[in-house]
T-cell receptor, first 117, second 115 residues
Framework: AQKVTQAQTEISVVEKEDVTLDCVYE???????LFWYKQPPSGELVFLIR????DEQNEISGRYSWNFQKSTSSFNFTITASQVVDSAVYFC??????????????WGLGTSLAVNP | NAGVTQTPKFRILKIGQSMTLQCTQD?????MYWYRQDPGMGLKLIYY???????DKGEVPNGYNVSRSTTEDFPLRLELAAPSQTSVYFC??????????????FGAGSRLTVL
């Protein structure tokens, strides 16, 4: 069975702090995708990153970075020097690469991040 | 480029009423989806479609219907609204391959309240 666990329900930090959002996944598939999506207070869902299971290189995009470790089945998301605009709910998701229609896209329950000035 | 457009943004229904949530996308994506999001429960797939004329059930299809007569449009119909259908509904689409494979583009959401 596939599963995504985001153990941190809520995180509160002060602006400029670094913060890491954890994502642990379970799957029996050898080829899969992992995703992060952001849902700001306005409510829309925005794609941040997709990582396939064969690419364990860490990814950095500005203040955002992602650490993918198959050995621990984790795909953690770090925001460096957090800003108020980073306040949002962040979702981690998993799909088997053969599930091209996303029918079995598994979502975590999300981590609500509050960045306080 | 509008992306995925959902209407209405807000709606209040009485129990037993019917309504249709509209969704259209202009990215020529073959795949389209309807999700519902309840507080603290993440996203649950209601229905999806892999192309015009083809639809299939997701995780929570009861009480809903869909159709896909064109690539662009994927309306979601609630036939007999119930309080359990109070939720935020998201339409999404994705392409079939390449760098966008499996990546969902979402609409802005429709908040539905059934009283």
């Amino acid at each position: 069975a596939q599963k995504v666990t985001q153990a941190q329900t809520e995180i509160s930090v002060v602006e400029k702090e670094d913060v890491t959002l954890d994502c642990v996944y379970e799957t029996r598939d050898t080829t899969y995708y992992l995703f992060w999506y952001k849902q700001p207070p306005s409510g829309e869902l925005v794609f941040l990153i997709r990582r396939n299971s064969f690419d364990e290189q860490n990814e950095i995009s500005g203040r955002y970075s992602w650490n993918f470790q198959k050995s621990t089945s984790s795909f953690n998301f770090t925001i460096t020097a957090s800003q108020v605009v980073d306040s949002a709910v962040y979702f981690c998701a998993l799909s088997a690469a053969r599930d091209g229609n996303n029918r079995k896209l598994i979502w975590g329950l999300g981590t609500s991040l509050a960045v306080n000035p | 480029n509008a992306g995925v457009t959902q209407t209405p943004k807000f709606r209040i229904l009485k129990i037993g009423q019917s309504m249709t949530l509209q969704c259209t996308q202009d990215m020529n994506h073959n795949y389209m989806y309807w999700y519902r999001q309840d507080p603290g429960m993440g996203l649950k797939l209601i229905y999806y479609s892999v192309g015009a004329g083809i639809t299939d059930k997701g995780e929570v299809p009861n009480g809903y219907n869909v159709s896909r007569s064109t690539t662009e449009d994927f309306p979601l119909r609630l036939e007999l609204a119930a309080p359990s259908q109070t939720s935020v509904y998201f339409c999404a689409s994705s392409s079939t391959g390449g760098s966008g494979a499996n990546v969902l583009t979402f609409g802005a959401g429709s908040r539905l309240t059934v009283l």
